[in-house]
């Protein structure tokens, strides 16, 4: 089983990246190898794959177990293409690992959204900090996707920023090669306060390539645990309240509530992935642009007008 696992592993390897690939084999190496890795392939049955799947579902990691009876799946079925077995038992596991719960990143609601803004302009750490919690707000990208910014990815004049499909990698930082989590280029249409805050920022960092570097080097990006850490110093429960991830909720939220614009040029601008495979292979960075230009200046106005009350979004219309 390991030598057919290990061909499977390899055919696969040029669609992964480095770090996915080995994540793959750190988990077949502890949890399957030592239990069928020496059989004969031909001579596993379901039974044996299920008592393995159920063994590490017992231990309470379902993800693991669920991650491992899909590993187990695709082995099984280059085994059937390669002719080495009929049949593939891995097929009836489906049902055999519980069923996890989904948790969203917290959020708040937007009728709190007042109450955050002040308490980030009282924010009294570091000034980058503070600046990219406000960033974060206004163009609400996933983490990585802002940390690891790098300055040649903006035109501030066209009001830009184009986050690259791959970055080149920050040596000793971990995923620093991560760009759009979509793995395409994802453009962001920089609002006039968004503008703003980057000139901010970059009066701080002029000597760094990166926009948030960290506060012992300028070579090393911001710390994936300073939003959330700045968040927890403001007094918020990153847990059940509010994390950094959650700013893409209560954007997306906003957005929809106002009912000025399509649901799918929205999804666009969160660059969530498109359903529709079809689809999919159509749709270009530059989908609804004009749009997401507008939508996006609306929310910064938005957060302005919510610096001083609540206003539903609906009641506002866009904002040239």
């Known amino acids: 089983f390991k030598y057919i ?29 030592p239990q069928i890795g020496t059989m004969d392939i031909r001579e596993i049955e379901t039974l044996h794959l299920a008592k393995l799947v159920r063994a590490v579902d017992d231990c309470g990691v379902h993800d693991v177990a669920g991650r491992i009876r899909q590993y187990l799946t695709k082995i099984m079925r280059h085994a059937v293409q390669q002719g080495i077995i009929r049949y593939n038992p891995a097929l009836d596991l489906a049902g055999i690992v519980t069923p996890i719960i989904s948790r969203h990143h917290p959020a708040l609601p937007l009728r709190c959204l007042p109450e955050l803004l ?40 066209s009001c830009i920023w184009t986050v690259p499909a791959k970055r ?19 453009l962001v249409p920089l609002s006039r306060q968004a503008v703003s805050l980057l000139e901010q920022i970059k009066a701080l960092t002029i000597k760094s390539g990166l926009v ?3 506060a012992y080097s300028q070579d090393k990006p911001m710390s994936e645990n300073t939003i959330n850490k700045a968040l927890r110093v403001i007094g918020y429960d990153t847990k059940t309240e509010i994390c950094g991830h959650g700013f893409r909720a209560m954007a997306c939220s906003a957005l929809n509530e106002s009912g000025l614009w399509s ?27 004009e749009a997401r230009i507008e939508m996006m200046q609306w ?7 919510s610096r001083k009350y609540y206003v539903p979004p609906y009641t506002l219309s866009k904002k040239k």
């Open 263 to 289: 649901k799918d040029a929205i999804e666009r601008q969160m660059s969530h992935t498109e359903r529709n495979r079809v689809r999919a292979a159509y749709v270009h960075k530059a989908e609804y642009l």
């Open 212 to 214: 948030l570097p960290g």
């Open 5 to 33: 696992t290990t061909s499977w592993h390899t055919s696969n390897k040029k669609l992964w990246s480095e770090h996915h690939a080995n994540k793959i084999l750190v988990c077949l190496e502890r949890y399957v190898f």
């Open 118 to 157: 002040e308490k980030i302009d009282n924010y009294k750490g570091r000034t980058l900090t503070r600046l990219a919690l406000e960033l974060n707000l206004h163009v609400f990208l996933r983490s990585s996707e802002l940390r690891f910014a790098r300055w040649e990815e903006f035109d501030l004049e």
């Open 168 to 186: 080149s990698v920050i040596q000793g930082v971990r995923f620093s090669e991560r760009g759009s989590k979509m793995k395409d280029e994802h």
């Open 299 to 305: 929310w910064s106005d938005y957060i302005d007008i």
